[in-house]
């Protein structure tokens, strides 16, 4: 079992209370590791450390700061067996897809290292004679980062990369649930000579530590990926200090099939989406709207692929295609909404109850749930695990109305080969992400930004990098 320290300041530290937490294997139950429950001293600490070490670093160039990302990438890709099986270990994702994760982080880190000469401020046209108006994009100085459990590396990279690129120094907190890929980094990060205090990690309860970090106002920045309330409670915690926030909150993404898809495409996409991961994935397939001419095909053929759905050790080989929940707690909530949409009218077509088959793990089965309606909870509020609802619809404008009728704003998919159906879709679907005859994920150099409660602002590309920046226009009258 490992025992992790804080990182700060480029020391590695127990929490400030000497206190730890004990972190979970969702699949065996067992204790792996402890971690240490840091508190309100440990955020002033971790902040006093970036806040100090941010002129110094912002003042280097930017492409020795890309160096670092550089050396990020190739340190997790020579560390890529050990990662993935810490990352499948505390969070029960299966191995071939936390190999994935490392792969894609790497990635990210190399990605940011390329834009060291590609951000650019701007020469503004003068209303005066002899001045120059210039546009300067500067880093916003110390960013707080917090993690979610479902994707901890991954979202970890989101957060460190633009913030080392731009010159900001950051404190990060992982959640609590998954706190030792992190560490495990932090490690790898500490013997690559990045100065002291511009990488920060700190463990701690969100409510405690992290609300010291967010609320402090030494930052320029909370960059927060997680559910919509914390995202409210972060809101209310910066007012004070009127702190910049970036919110990458919950989904509730809507499918819609139209009745000439290619069906055998879409209940493949659709399914994969539905349980990649066990269903914990914000912007994964989480309710479908069928066109009633093509509703039974499609229900003959998804209810096939979801009872075909393997689960089980996330060890496995050859590997299942997803494993179990993070914690009972989600199990509950998931095993609670089945139980009222079948109260609301839903039929159960597969699964609908707890894996009694699995010796430990918090199990729920690959689910499908037909005869829904827009009004029932399953069709409004986020699911986060392997439950797929779907609603039958008489045309396409009701599929778009019913799909739009949503609090949240984060991604939405179409499977069509009607030109007007997939632009009236990408026009009028009130989302930060419609993908188009394909399954449910973002490309590094795209932007991944949620509408209405799924979040404000957003992550990668081009537009996720300026949110680590600041403009500063100069006058120059000469
Ligand atoms: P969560 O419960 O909101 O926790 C996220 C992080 O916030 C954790 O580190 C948590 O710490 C911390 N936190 C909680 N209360 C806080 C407070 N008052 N101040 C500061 N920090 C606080 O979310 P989760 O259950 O980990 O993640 C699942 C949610 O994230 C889902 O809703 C999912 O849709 C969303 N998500 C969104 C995206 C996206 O890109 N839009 C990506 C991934 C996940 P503790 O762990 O210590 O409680």
Redesign the pocket.
């Given at each position: 079992m490992n025992t992790y320290q804080q990182y700060i300041n480029g020391e590695f530290r127990n929490a400030d209370s000497n206190e730890q937490f004990a972190v979970i294997n969702p699949f065996t139950e067992k204790i792996i590791a402890m971690a240490p429950k840091g508190g309100k001293h440990d955020a002033e600490l971790a902040l006093e450390a970036a806040s100090v070490a941010q002129k110094e670093w912002a003042a280097k160039s930017c492409i020795e700061r890309a160096g670092f990302l550089k050396k990020m990438a190739e340190v997790i890709r020579e560390n890529r067996e050990m990662l993935a099986r810490t990352l499948a270990e505390e969070q029960a994702k299966i191995f071939p897809l936390a190999q994935v994760e490392i792969d894609a982080t790497a990635e990210y880190f190399d990605y940011y290292a390329g834009w060291a000469r590609k951000y650019e401020g701007e020469v503004i046209e003068s209303d005066r004679t002899n001045e120059n108006i210039l546009l300067y994009r500067q880093p916003i100085g110390v960013v707080v980062g917090?993690?979610?459990?479902?994707?901890p590396f991954f979202?970890m990279a989101r957060k460190v990369a633009p913030s080392i690129l731009t010159g900001c120094t950051i404190v990060l907190?992982?959640?609590?649930?998954t706190p030792n890929t992190t560490f495990e980094f932090a490690k790898l990060v500490s013997s690559i000579g990045l100065p002291n205090g511009v990488l920060n990690f700190v463990s701690?309860?969100?409510?405690t530590l992290?609300?010291a970090?967010?609320r402090s106002s030494q930052v320029g920045l909370v960059t927060?990926?997680?559910?919509?309330?914390?995202g409210q409670?972060?809101i209310a915690?910066t007012a004070e200090n009127i702190t910049k926030t970036s919110l990458?909150?919950?989904?509730k993404a809507p499918v819609i099939i139209c009745a000439d898809c290619d069906m055998d495409m879409a209940v493949k996409a659709v399914v994969d989406s539905r349980i990649i991961f066990s269903g914990q994935?914000?912007?994964c397939a989480e309710r479908v709207y069928v066109e009633a001419p093509v509703y039974d095909e499609f229900m003959d053929k998804v209810t096939r692929a979801m009872a075909a759905v393997a689960y089980g050790d996330p060890f496995a080989d050859p590997a299942p295609n997803m494993s179990c929940q993070i914690n009972s707690a989600q199990l509950t909530k998931i095993e609670g909404m089945v139980a009222k949409a079948l109260e609301e009218g839903a039929e159960v077509l597969v699964g609908g109850s707890r894996c009694e088959d699995q010796p430990t793990g918090f199990f729920y089965k690959p689910t499908l749930l037909a005869s829904c309606t827009q009004d029932m909870e399953i069709i409004r509020k986020?699911i986060?695990g392997p439950v797929l609802p779907v609603v039958k619809v008489t045309d396409f404008d009701e599929a778009l109305n019913m799909a739009n009728d949503c609090e949240f704003g984060?991604t939405s998919s179409i499977f069509t080969n009607n030109i007007s159906k997939m632009m009236r879709a990408i026009n009028e679907l009130k989302f930060g992400e419609t993908y188009v005859n394909r399954e449910h994920f973002e490309a590094i150099q795209g932007f991944?930004a949620?509408w209405r409660k799924?979040?404000i602002g957003g992550?990668d590309g081009k537009h996720g990098l300026y949110e680590y920046l600041q403009t500063h226009v100069a006058y120059i009258q000469y």
């Open positions: 917090i993690c979610p459990w479902n994707f979202v907190k992982p959640s609590s649930e701690g309860g969100g409510s992290g609300d970090l967010v927060l990926t997680g559910s919509v309330e914390t409670r972060i915690s990458e909150l919950g989904g994935v914000c912007n986020e986060f984060l991944h949620g799924s979040g992550a």
